[in-house]
């Protein structure tokens, strides 16, 4: 009935709305169709009327101070962004327009007011919500943050994820059928850290449900991108659908799932290390670990452990698994950067280590490596993207490209996965990279999950259906 796991063939783009929606995929979509264009339109012609042909004063004085203060604050944008490293490939150009866009309308507002009629100043106002919608939804695509409006508002009003259970009625669901499995949301002591984190997520497949006491799971620690929340694999990634199909052809076995919380905050670039942003790297490798094994009983054996992450997440999981081989055996990098990153070297060592270059080093997957040495029974997959030969191309499912992490288009750090794997050979890891042609989205982060989850189960020690 099982089949010991093969290495998994490079993802594939699934078409936007293949999986069933479990409240998250039903809705208008946020990244492609008429929305996204009738709310960028609609933008356009607000303001228009908002800035009018006026007086004389208006349209030779004012309105070009307007549209200078759109220009200044779109260029502000793009060198903030590029200053903090925030993408390793500049970001599309109809996003600096529509922050240009919102800036002027902010300032039609203001420079035009005296003197302007009632409804045009209404007009002038509600062209600037307008136009700062707009540029999130430009955002949006690139990142592939939300795909439906659904999703945006299950977010944002913190709606329950798929299956959501509280901590107290698992007991009640001992010795039950669950059918699917349960997410758990828990607040995980830092004790170990001091790390400032949210409330993380724990996914208990129905296995774990069997029997007087919880079996001894295998675990997998899931970390998202950079800018991030624990539950974006949920919400943005949507994994659950592909999950509960995958535990209903294996008799309901699967590894426990934690979703972390690698920053504090959505906008805390730790990049998983300890530093002046945290100490990120001892809340997952201190805290998450015990907690899991003492409240849920699963297993401490290491060759039962992995790491899945995401673009930044990618980064931390490499990083985790050779700086700490005592937890876990294995990884799978989607996406990730060569090793931690903030911006230039220089940059990376000052922001995320205080100008420390020797802690930088020490969590430099490649200088760790090499100081280790021989690595035992360590594997990990890499999938990656393909550099894009000719220019802005749209990823197979037509879904928007986006950085859902770091990086529009993932050039930055072009064949990060090929120097990593390649070194990790040389110290004993058995490693594989994918490489496909797409857009850095989560759409491409679940579909590089879901093809690599029969191989992921079968690494942690757990049986995997001949169907996977």
Same mark, same amino acid.
């Given at each position: 009935?099982?089949?010991?796991?093969?290495?998994?063939?490079?993802?594939?783009?699934?078409?936007?709305?293949?999986?069933?929606?479990?409240?998250?995929?039903?809705?208008?979509?946020?990244?492609?169709?008429?929305?996204?264009? !009738? +709310?960028?339109? #609609? $933008? *356009? =012609? @607000? %303001?228009?009327?908002?800035?009018?042909?006026?007086? &004389? /004063?208006?349209?030779?004085?004012?309105?070009?101070?307007?549209?200078?203060?759109?220009?200044?604050?779109?260029?502000?944008?793009?060198?903030?962004?590029?200053?903090?490293?925030?993408?390793?490939?500049?970001a599309?150009?109809?996003?600096?327009?529509?922050?240009?866009? !919102? +800036?002027?309308? #902010? $300032? *039609? =507002? @203001? %420079?035009?007011?005296?003197?302007?009629?009632?409804? &045009? /100043?209404?007009?002038?106002?509600?062209?600037?919500?307008?136009?700062?919608?707009?540029?999130?939804?430009?955002?949006?695509?690139?990142?592939?943050?939300?795909?439906?409006?659904?999703?945006?508002?299950?977010?944002?009003?913190?709606?329950?994820?798929?299956?959501?259970?509280?901590?107290a009625? #698992?007991?009640?669901l001992?010795?039950?059928?669950?059918?699917?499995?349960?997410?758990?949301?828990?607040?995980?002591?830092?004790?170990?850290?001091?790390?400032?984190?949210?409330?993380?997520?724990?996914?208990?497949p129905?296995v774990?449900?069997?029997?007087?006491?919880?079996?001894?799971?295998?675990?997998?620690?899931?970390?998202?991108?950079?800018?991030?929340?624990?539950?974006?694999? #949920?919400?943005?990634?949507?994994?659950?659908?592909?999950l509960?199909?995958?535990?209903?052809?294996?008799?309901?076995?699967?590894?426990?799932?934690?979703?972390?919380?690698?920053?504090?905050s959505?906008?805390?670039?730790?990049?998983?290390?300890?530093?002046?942003?945290?100490?990120?790297?001892?809340?997952?490798?201190?805290?998450?670990?015990?907690?899991?094994?003492?409240?849920?009983?699963?297993?401490?054996?290491p060759?039962?452990?992995?790491?899945?992450?995401?673009?930044?997440?990618?980064?931390?999981?490499?990083?985790?698994?050779?700086?700490?081989?005592?937890?876990?055996?294995?990884?799978?990098?989607?996406?990730?950067?060569?090793?931690?990153?903030?911006?230039?070297?220089?940059?990376?060592?000052q922001?995320?280590?205080?100008?420390?270059?020797?802690?930088?080093?020490?969590?430099?997957?490649?200088?760790?490596?090499?100081?280790?040495?021989?690595?035992?029974?360590?594997?990990?997959?890499?999938?990656?993207?393909?550099?894009?030969?000719?220019?802005?191309?749209?990823?197979?499912?037509?879904?928007?490209?986006?950085?859902?992490?770091?990086?529009?288009?993932?050039?930055?750090?072009?064949?990060?996965?090929?120097?990593?794997?390649?070194?990790?050979?040389?110290?004993?890891?058995?490693?594989?990279?994918?490489?496909?042609?797409?857009?850095?989205?989560?759409?491409?982060?679940?579909?590089?999950?879901?093809?690599?989850?029969?191989?992921?189960?079968?690494?942690?020690?757990?049986?995997?259906?001949?169907?996977?």
């Amino acid at each position: 009935m099982f089949a010991a796991p093969a290495i998994p063939a490079a993802p594939q783009l699934p078409p936007a709305d293949s999986h069933p929606d479990y409240g998250f995929r039903h809705g208008l979509s946020l990244t492609h169709g008429w929305l996204p264009v !009738t +709310v960028q339109v #609609l $933008a *356009v =012609v @607000v %303001l228009a009327v908002a800035i009018g042909w006026r007086t &004389r /004063r208006w349209r030779l004085v004012w309105l070009p101070v307007c549209a200078l203060f759109g220009a200044a604050g779109a260029v502000a944008a793009w060198a903030y962004m590029n200053d903090q490293g925030l993408a390793s490939d500049p970001a599309p150009g109809p996003l600096w327009v529509c922050v240009g866009a !919102t +800036v002027a309308a #902010l $300032a *039609v =507002v @203001v %420079l035009g007011w005296r003197g302007a009629r009632w409804w &045009r /100043r209404g007009i002038a106002l509600l062209a600037v919500p307008l136009a700062l919608l707009s540029t999130g939804i430009v955002l949006n695509q690139w990142v592939g943050y939300y795909p439906t409006v659904q999703a945006a508002w299950n977010a944002l009003t913190a709606g329950p994820l798929p299956h959501q259970t509280e901590l107290a009625a #698992l007991p009640a669901l001992r010795g039950t059928n669950v059918g699917d499995g349960r997410i758990v949301p828990v607040r995980i002591p830092d004790a170990g850290s001091g790390f400032p984190h949210r409330t993380e997520y724990v996914y208990l497949p129905p296995v774990w449900f069997t029997g007087a006491t919880p079996p001894a799971l295998p675990v997998v620690m899931m970390i998202a991108g950079e800018f991030n929340t624990p539950a974006d694999w #949920l919400r943005s990634g949507q994994i659950m659908p592909e999950l509960d199909r995958f535990t209903a052809a294996n008799g309901g076995r699967a590894p426990i799932l934690v979703f972390v919380d690698s920053s504090g905050s959505f906008n805390n670039d730790t990049e998983c290390v300890n530093g002046p942003r945290g100490d990120a790297a001892d809340h997952l490798t201190k805290d998450v670990p015990g907690y899991v094994e003492s409240r849920f009983g699963a297993t401490a054996d290491p060759a039962r452990w992995a790491v899945v992450g995401w673009s930044m997440g990618g980064t931390c999981a490499v990083d985790l698994a050779v700086m700490h081989p005592e937890l876990l055996h294995t990884f799978i990098d989607i996406a990730g950067d060569i090793g931690p990153s903030s911006g230039t070297k220089e940059q990376t060592i000052q922001r995320l280590f205080g100008g420390d270059a020797e802690r930088w080093a020490a969590f430099d997957p490649r200088t760790v490596m090499a100081a280790h040495g021989g690595y035992t029974g360590m594997a990990g997959l890499f999938d990656d993207l393909a550099p894009q030969r000719t220019g802005r191309q749209r990823p197979a499912s037509g879904a928007a490209t986006g950085l859902g992490g770091r990086g529009g288009y993932d050039t930055g750090e072009t064949g990060a996965a090929e120097k990593l794997c390649d070194q990790a050979k040389t110290v004993g890891i058995d490693c594989t990279v994918h490489t496909s042609q797409g857009g850095h989205t989560w759409q491409f982060a679940a579909a590089a999950f879901t093809s690599s989850l029969p191989w992921l189960v079968g690494r942690v020690g757990m049986p995997v259906p001949d169907t996977a």
